[in-house]
């Protein structure tokens, strides 16, 4: 089992370093990079699964790492700034060398205690969303590839159902 620098295992670390959420299951997995790295060509490439890191499928611009897919994308950063902006806190969307993880626990530092857990939603719900997002651009699927107006769109109706789960909505909404 591979344990970080503290001597903290994929589990121990779960419990310390990702707040308190309510998400879904495969929200919950989409988690997993902080704690296991998820397989970005970049990795793939590390261990020598392919010769070289593709470029991002998106933008076509940097090498496809988790980091920039989630973050740094000229795509997710629109995605990012359009989400903010009607999220309503006054968040700066991440930087371009910004890391989600060190982005997030900053961010949340400013938003309110008490809308904590709406803003690690919306986070979680944007990142979850532009990786498949990726997926759908990696493999293919040419119906799931949506400009950032969809995606935004599609953020605000997932957003919406996860409020309607927390508030003891339909039981039809789990879909994932």
């Given at each position: 089992?591979?344990?970080?620098?503290?001597?903290?295992?994929?589990?121990?670390?779960?419990?310390?370093?990702?707040?308190?959420?309510?998400?879904?299951?495969?929200?919950?997995?989409?988690?997993?990079?902080?704690l296991i790295p998820i397989w970005s060509s970049d990795?793939?490439?590390?261990?020598?699964?392919?010769?070289?890191?593709?470029?991002?499928?998106?933008?076509?611009?940097?090498?496809?790492?988790?980091?920039?897919?989630?973050?740094?994308?000229?795509?997710?950063?629109?995605?990012?700034?359009?989400?903010?902006?009607?999220?309503?806190?006054?968040?700066?969307?991440?930087?371009?060398?910004?890391?989600?993880?060190?982005?997030?626990?900053?961010?949340?530092?400013?938003?309110?205690?008490?809308?904590?857990?709406?803003?690690?939603?919306?986070?979680?719900?944007?990142?979850?969303?532009?990786?498949?997002?990726?997926?759908?651009?990696?493999?293919?699927?040419?119906?799931?590839?949506?400009?950032?107006?969809?995606?935004?769109?599609?953020?605000?109706?997932?957003?919406?159902?996860?409020?309607?789960?927390?508030?003891?909505?339909?039981?039809?909404?789990?879909?994932?």
């Amino acid at each position: 089992m591979e344990m970080d620098s503290e001597g903290n295992s994929p589990s121990r670390r779960a419990e310390t370093s990702v707040p308190e959420l309510d998400f879904t299951m495969a929200a919950a997995a989409f988690l997993v990079p902080w704690l296991i790295p998820i397989w970005s060509s970049d990795r793939r490439a590390s261990h020598g699964l392919q010769e070289h890191p593709d470029p991002c499928y998106t933008c076509l611009q940097e090498e496809d790492t988790v980091d920039h897919i989630l973050t740094q994308c000229p795509y997710a950063r629109q995605v990012w700034f359009d989400v903010l902006r009607i999220a309503g806190p006054n968040i700066q969307e991440p930087g371009l060398d910004a890391n989600l993880e060190r982005w997030w626990t900053e961010a949340r530092k400013r938003v309110r205690k008490l809308d904590r857990k709406r803003f690690d939603s919306m986070v979680i719900i944007t990142a979850w969303t532009l990786w498949k997002q990726r997926n759908a651009r990696v493999f293919g699927n040419a119906r799931e590839q949506k400009d950032p107006t969809q995606i935004l769109a599609a953020i605000k109706e997932e957003f919406h159902l996860w409020e309607l789960a927390r508030r003891g909505g339909s039981s039809q909404i789990a879909r994932e």
